[in-house]
């Protein structure tokens, strides 16, 4: 089975710190992802890596940025939190396929850290 | 704004009867769709897919139908189960992406089924 393994459930940070989202996935996917999840509005992609070394923005990636320096760890930066990055964070990863191939590949999700900034 | 949504935050179901969730988009070219369950917790999982190339897709008791004339996708659960109680999310995927690509989510629906 893969595994997304997030390394925190529960993290309460201050504003202004320099928080770390660390994810870490076991199946040797390309393509890794964040997104966050506030009630009413889903979950919005905030950044993801094809490749390592290699970041998209997604569609809110004011106030974060990533890294992706070994292929099966992503990491979250918030570069100085404040308090409207309270949130669940979702990391997420999949095979890289393109066509009816990678249809059938969906992307698998961590078990989410919950942050809180106060 | 919102190019999937979800208009229903929450649905409630008796067990042994049908849930059909909804979901509405707004992009022409979303050609992939999917559906996740989530439970408290726990990540969301993957439940089932459809191309735009179909109107339907079944697997066991979920089956996805979609419209693209109306641009209206649901996802039918037949008999819905108590397990079966937790968040759904409907998303959707660019041309060519595939699933592995940039999703869209909606803003769940939260389903309970009563025994």
């Known amino acids: 089975d893969v595994k997304v393994t997030q390394s925190s459930r529960y993290l309460v940070k201050r504003t202004g710190e320099k928080v770390f989202l660390e994810c870490v996935q076991d199946?040797?996917?390309?393509?890794m992802f964040w997104y966050r999840q506030d009630p009413g509005l889903g979950l919005r992609l905030i950044y993801f890596s094809y490749d390592v070394k290699m970041k998209e923005k997604g569609d809110i990636p004011e106030g974060y940025s990533v890294s992706r320096e070994k292929k099966e760890r992503f990491s979250l930066i918030l570069e100085s939190a404040s308090t409207n990055q309270t949130s669940m964070y979702l990391c997420a990863s999949s095979y890289d396929l393109w066509g009816e191939e990678g249809r059938n590949q969906p992307q698998h999700f961590g078990d989410g850290t919950r942050l809180s900034i106060l | 704004d919102q190019q999937v949504k979800q208009n229903s935050p929450s649905l409630s179901v008796q067990e042994g009867r049908i849930s059909i969730l909804n979901c509405d988009y707004t992009n022409s070219m979303f050609d992939y769709f999917l559906w996740y369950k989530k439970y408290p917790a726990e990540g969301p999982t993957f439940l089932i897919s459809?191309?735009?190339?179909?109107d339907k897709n079944e697997d066991g008791r979920f089956t996805v139908f979609l419209n693209k004339s109306a641009k209206h996708l649901s996802l039918h659960i037949v008999p819905s189960q108590p397990g079966d109680s937790a968040v759904y999310f409907c998303?959707?995927?660019?041309?060519?992406?595939?699933?592995?690509?940039?999703?869209?989510f909606g803003q769940g629906t939260t389903l309970q089924v009563k025994p």
């Open positions: 998303a959707a995927s660019v041309y060519g992406s595939g699933n592995t690509g940039k999703l869209i």
């Open positions: 459809i191309s735009s190339i179909k």
């Open positions: 199946m040797d996917h390309e393509n």
